[in-house]
């Protein structure tokens, strides 16, 4: 190893970016919509167990039931609806996504996610330079390398 030029090894983020064809397109909007058809599934699991629950709470209870069950059903609905209201933001998220998709232009380079690379650096390199890095997919494959290498 040559002392006089020391060298580092550092971690940089290095964008992803994918350039929009119709095949990205299809694809992202088959991934998208299976997400949402999950969480559909979601919601209606949740809410059969929490129809159980409450029903098994009922089962067991005194009639006519008293403040503790009463208590016990209220929070069993609570929980259901706070775990609902979450599955339906993520939900409206998604299906925002999906709009964004179908308005995307062919051939417009869109973000697509970072990750993380090495790379190394020694006297005299222009630090800022070697930090902005991205690559640019067309159908995942790689089409081009910006930046400072």
Same mark, same amino acid.
């Given at each position: 190893?040559?002392?006089?030029?020391?060298?580092?090894?550092?971690?940089?983020? $290095?964008?992803?970016?994918?350039? $929009?064809?119709?095949?990205?397109?299809?694809? $992202?909007?088959?991934?998208?919509?299976?997400? +949402?058809?999950?969480?559909?599934?979601?919601?209606?699991?949740?809410?059969?167990?929490?129809?159980?629950?409450?029903?098994?709470?009922?089962?067991?209870?005194?009639?006519?039931?008293?403040?503790?069950?009463?208590?016990?059903?209220?929070?069993?609905?609570?929980?259901?609806?706070? &775990?609902?209201?979450?599955?339906?933001?993520?939900?409206?998220?998604?299906?925002?996504?999906?709009?964004?998709?179908?308005?995307?232009?062919?051939?417009?380079?869109?973000?697509?996610?970072?990750?993380?690379?090495?790379?190394? $650096?020694?006297?005299?390199?222009?630090?800022?330079? &070697?930090?902005?890095?991205?690559?640019?997919?067309?159908?995942?494959?790689?089409?081009?390398?910006?930046?400072? +290498?």
């Amino acid at each position: 190893m040559d002392v006089s030029n020391p060298q580092l090894l550092l971690k940089r983020v $290095v964008n992803v970016k994918v350039i $929009v064809t119709p095949l990205w397109k299809e694809e $992202v909007q088959q991934q998208l919509q299976a997400n +949402i058809n999950q969480l559909d599934q979601q919601l209606q699991q949740l809410d059969l167990e929490g129809q159980r629950a409450i029903a098994a709470i009922q089962k067991q209870s005194l009639q006519p039931p008293g403040p503790q069950t009463l208590q016990q059903i209220d929070n069993i609905q609570l929980q259901v609806n706070q &775990k609902k209201s979450e599955l339906l933001e993520q939900k409206n998220q998604l299906l925002q996504n999906l709009q964004q998709v179908q308005f995307l232009e062919l051939d417009q380079e869109v973000n697509q996610f970072q990750m993380e690379g090495f790379f190394r $650096v020694e006297r005299g390199d222009n630090l800022i330079s &070697k930090m902005q890095v991205e690559v640019v997919l067309r159908d995942g494959v790689v089409e081009d390398i910006r930046g400072d +290498i």
